[in-house]
């Protein structure tokens, strides 16, 4: 079973990358040129702790649509060196 990935609408792309308490969650482009995060990342307990223990009104929307989208496998777009 692959890695799965959850798909970044346009409209909370501007929030990333997050921090939160040294934790930190980037965008992953795709090789269709659309924005992913791992899965991983945002159900990791302690993220979701230390997210509980910071709400901010901007994230607030971003957590409610990861705790329900669509998890996917995706190939990533591999940078230029």
């Known amino acids: 079973m692959g ?6 609408p346009a ?3 501007e ?3 997050i921090d939160i308490n040294s934790m930190r969650i980037e965008l992953l482009e795709s090789v269709e040129g659309d924005f992913y995060v791992p899965y ?3 159900v990791w307990k302690e993220f979701k702790i ?4 910071t709400p901010t009104e901007q994230l607030a929307p971003l957590y409610e649509y990861l705790l ?3 998890r ?6 591999e940078e230029e060196i």
Not at 3 to 8: A, L
Not at 72 to 77: C, D, L, R
């Open 3 to 8: 890695v799965k990935f959850i798909k970044i």
């Open 11 to 13: 409209e909370y792309l």
């Open 15 to 17: 929030l990333f990358p």
């Open 40 to 42: 991983k990342a945002v």
């Open 50 to 53: 230390k997210f509980d223990q």
């Open 68 to 70: 329900s989208a669509e």
């Open 72 to 77: 996917v496998t995706i190939e990533i777009k």
